[in-house]
T-cell receptor, first 109, second 115 residues
């Protein structure tokens, strides 16, 4: 079966750095997305990785290792507005998007 | 300006009723989706249409029937509503159905409560 694992919940402090991990077992791989979803709102696109390595975009970076079936989302200089759920999603060999259950990130002052 | 819009935003109804949720996208995308997100926040794909053709139909009760009158619209009709149907329903669209990069743009969601 297809499976994407993320921690259910994480807590971090304002101004700090947090890393949210995602591991996947899917039938094939054609890319991995990270989405952010604030409570009561729709998911919004953060990043896309298809090659191994780190993609940096401002305070957010996303890393991929295809051989390990592993990705992480790194958030730096955390702000209170970063409190949200972070969803990992993988495109499989049929080009279908398989979603993880999301990681709820709580930021404390 | 809204890229993907859904109506209504909130829907409260009684068990056994029939209701519809409408979705429209003005991005010129070829593919549209319906997702259900339950209280545990897990996002589950229900249907996907590409150019008005059904391409994904996950294990969903046949009380749920999508309709795509044109590629900019994908409506969801639900018959004989049950308590377990209470959830947030998201519509989304993407440029392509296949291909390695199909970033999905989500509508604001419709919170359905069945009493």
């Amino acid at each position: 079966g297809q499976n994407i694992d993320q921690p259910t919940e994480m807590t971090a402090t304002e101004g700090a750095i947090v890393q949210i991990n995602c591991t996947y077992q899917t039938s094939g791989f054609n890319g991995l997305f990270w989405y952010q979803q604030h409570a009561g709102e729709a998911p919004t696109f953060l990043s896309y990785n298809v090659l191994d390595g780190l993609e940096e975009k401002g305070r957010f970076s996303s890393f991929l290792s295809r051989s390990k079936g592993y990705s992480y989302l790194l958030l730096k200089e955390l702000q209170m507005k970063d409190s949200a759920s972070y969803l990992c999603a993988v495109i499989d060999s049929n080009y279908q998007l398989i979603w993880g259950a999301g990681t709820k990130l709580i930021i404390k002052p | 300006d809204t890229a993907v819009s859904q109506t209504p935003k909130y829907l409260v109804t009684q068990m056994g009723n029939d209701k519809s949720i409408k979705c429209e996208q003005n991005l010129g995308h070829d593919t549209m989706y319906w997702y259900k997100q339950d209280s545990k926040k897990f996002l589950k794909i229900m249907f996907s249409y590409n150019n008005k053709e059904l391409i994904i139909n996950e294990t969903v009760p046949n009380r749920f029937s999508p309709k795509s009158p044109d590629k900019a619209h994908l409506n969801l009709h639900i018959n004989s509503l049950e308590l377990g149907d209470s959830a947030v329903y998201f519509c989304a669209s993407s440029q392509d159905a296949g291909g390695p990069y199909n970033e999905q743009f989500f509508g604001p969601g419709t919170r359905l409560t069945v009493l």
